[in-house]
């Protein structure tokens, strides 16, 4: 039998960089290898451990930067076993431990209902916060094939919260999630109107919150670049226009974490892979030039 290309995952960017204790880090790699309610294409399990194999390919240096010498510790893969309350407690309470000490989550998924973690490791800090959204999908329906806790809903979940959203790249959704962003004024920025327009010179309401958390599911950028996704779907962002987008973000915003989801890696194919793994690093480049 042949062994699983997925298994015993190294230390995210270890080929280089020295692993560090979680207090000596800057970053918390975080990952989350949970697959529960893929509705169309599986695999985003393995998405975690796909990431970290393709990170021992990158190089420390990063657009005149070098993020990695901040420290990156790589925690251990949170056990997805069990409901999704369950998992999400463990999910949010290895975000908490992270945040206590003051450093920067990111997690890897799995898939998107993962998020939810996070926003409530947040939450409970008591700071105000909103959550920006890459993707293809509104994720706000109330559920999804009868569960509260799908990939499909979990961006209904942080706006019961009262928690600020805004998301970037959507170009699939149903009527209820669209009556559901008028009716409460969601701001968004959609694929299509992207295509037409690009980014606003502000991208984000005057008024939303100083402090965000970006998660980026993978399906925002378009299948040209990213087809290793549950639900890819056409017209979605280039590398460089979300890379544009996140600089905006950091240059506008403190980001206090973040995560990058739905990656449904299929074996002997690296260039997705690898584009997450740069994703991860772009985003810690940015966090260390903001400060």
Known sequence: MNESPYNNPPAFHSDDLTPQSPEDAAFHVIPVPWETSVSYEG??????????????????????????????????????????????????????????????????????????????????????????????????????????????????????????????GVRALCKEEADLRERDEIPHLDGKEFWKNGYPEQILPIDFPKNIFITFDVDGLDPSIMPTTGTPVPGGLTWFQAIDGLERLFSDKNVIGADIVELAPQPGRHDTDFLAANLVYKIMDLSTRSK
């Open 43 to 168: 695999g985003t399990q393995n998405g975690p451990a796909a990431i970290l194999h393709a990170s021992t390919q990158l190089e420390v240096y990063c657009d005149g930067n070098m993020p990695g010498e901040a420290g990156i510790y790589t925690a251990p893969e949170i056990n997805c076993v069990g409901t999704a309350p369950e998992v999400l407690d463990r999910i949010q309470e290895a975000t908490a431990n992270t945040l206590k000490l003051g450093k920067f989550p990111i997690l890897l998924g799995g898939e998107h209902a993962m998020t939810l973690g996070p926003i409530k490791a947040i939450a409970a800090t008591g700071i105000e916060f909103g959550v920006i959204q890459f993707d293809a999908h509104a994720d706000l329906r109330e559920a999804y094939q009868g569960n509260p806790h799908s990939h499909a809903s979990v961006m209904k979940r942080v706006h019961d919260l009262g928690i600020p959203i805004f998301s970037i």
